[in-house]
Nanobody, 124 residues
């Protein structure tokens, strides 16, 4: 069973930056691709970014491409989401998630393990 704990959310002005972290425990981290998702009030949960188990491949939603960067540190069982040039429409609860080992896909339904979420609010 994989446990995920996010941190780093908060309130930031438009154009600013935040860095989210997600610490994993209870599984073999280096076999897991990791994803970030977000959910705004009244909207469906949506994919933001994913990174493959050794970090060699990444994928981003079009809405964040060029502004967000996903990375991981397998020695520390942690995945990060660096968010730059933030916009008001980035306001949401951000979730870290992991599928079962060796899966490289990004629909939310593929992911079995989820963190509790961290709030990101961007003021315009």
């Amino acid at each position: 069973q994989v446990q995920l704990v996010e941190s780093g959310g908060g309130l930031v002005q438009a154009g600013g930056s935040l860095r989210l972290s997600c610490a994993a425990s209870g599984g073999s981290f280096s076999t897991l691709s990791m994803g970030w998702f977000r959910q705004a009030p009244g909207k469906e949960r949506e994919f933001v970014a994913a990174i493959k188990w050794l970090g060699g491949s990444t994928r981003y939603a079009d809405s964040v491409k060029g502004r967000f960067t996903i990375s991981r540190d397998n020695a520390k069982n942690t995945v990060f989401l660096q968010m730059d040039s933030l916009k008001a429409e980035d306001t949401a609860v951000y979730y870290c998630a992991a599928p079962r080992p060796w899966i490289w896909e990004w629909p939310p339904t593929v992911y079995d393990y989820w963190g509790q979420g961290t709030q990101v609010t961007v003021s315009s």
